[in-house]
């Protein structure tokens, strides 16, 4: 069965540092797979997405992410992070075999120090 | 382009009682699953509809429950609510496979 580990529960970082999130899958083909994040009480906004191709993604706010096969992995990364950035971030891929339907690793809290 | 709106954004219920859930999905969107988020948890998925459909379920018992109406949106069912069901749950629509695109989620808590 598909699934999706974060290894990092949690992560604190200085602002203007830089960041990389873990995401390894679970998978039998290639698959989509999907970055979230979500602000405290808030639902999930899309960062960015790989379906096919380039491996290395580019999303919003400056987060890029890159797949790789060989180590199962689809890592989140930004070269400096702002304060705003602090929020749970949920990596996901969806299943193919049967419903549609989207399985989200256990997300990691990052939190960010002035 | 209206995105999915979710209502209420907070509900507080007793334990027993029972709860609605709706949904607006995004325009042209005829998909719609429902996730529970619990507190520290990554969501999980509940079901989906399609075309007023239930289309999948995921590992919840039968006091969760769902319907969709001809204009796509959704209402999701919870029936003697537990302590348990305290969570953010949040809608997501799309086309049949497409991307999902989340609504901001209500949050649930049972006393």
């Known amino acids: 069965a598909q699934s999706v580990t974060q290894p990092d529960i949690h992560i604190t970082v200085s602002e203007g540092a830089s960041l990389e999130l873990r995401c390894n899958y679970s998978?039998?083909?290639?698959?989509?797979l999907f970055w979230y994040v979500q602000s405290p009480g808030q639902g999930l906004q899309l960062l960015l997405k790989y379906f096919s191709g380039d491996t290395l993604v580019q999303g919003i706010k400056g987060f890029e992410a890159e797949f790789k096969r060989s180590q199962s992995s689809f890592n989140l990364r930004k070269p400096s992070v702002h304060w705003s950035d602090a929020a749970e971030y949920f990596c996901?891929?969806?299943?193919?075999?049967?419903?549609?339907?989207?399985?989200f690793g256990t997300g990691t809290r990052l939190k960010v120090l002035a | 382009e209206t995105g999915v709106t979710q209502s209420p954004t907070h509900l507080i219920k007793t334990r027993g009682q029972q709860v609605t859930l709706r949904c607006s999905s995004q325009?042209?969107?005829?998909?719609v699953s429902w996730y529970q988020q619990a507190l520290g948890q990554g969501p999980q998925f509940i079901f989906q509809?399609?075309?007023?459909?239930?289309?999948g379920r995921g590992n919840f018992p039968p006091r969760f429950s769902g319907l969709q109406f001809p204009n796509y949106s959704s209402e999701l069912n919870v029936n003697a609510l537990e302590l348990d069901d305290s969570a953010l749950y949040l809608c997501?629509?799309?086309?049949?496979?497409?991307?999902?695109?989340f609504g901001q989620g209500t949050r649930l808590t049972v006393v």
């Open positions: 325009s042209g969107h005829n998909t």
């Open positions: 996901a891929v969806p299943t193919t075999s049967g419903t549609y339907k989207y399985i």
């Open positions: 997501a629509s799309s086309l049949r496979q497409g991307e999902a695109f």
């Open positions: 998978y039998g083909a290639t698959p989509y």
């Open positions: 509809y399609y075309r007023e459909e239930e289309n």
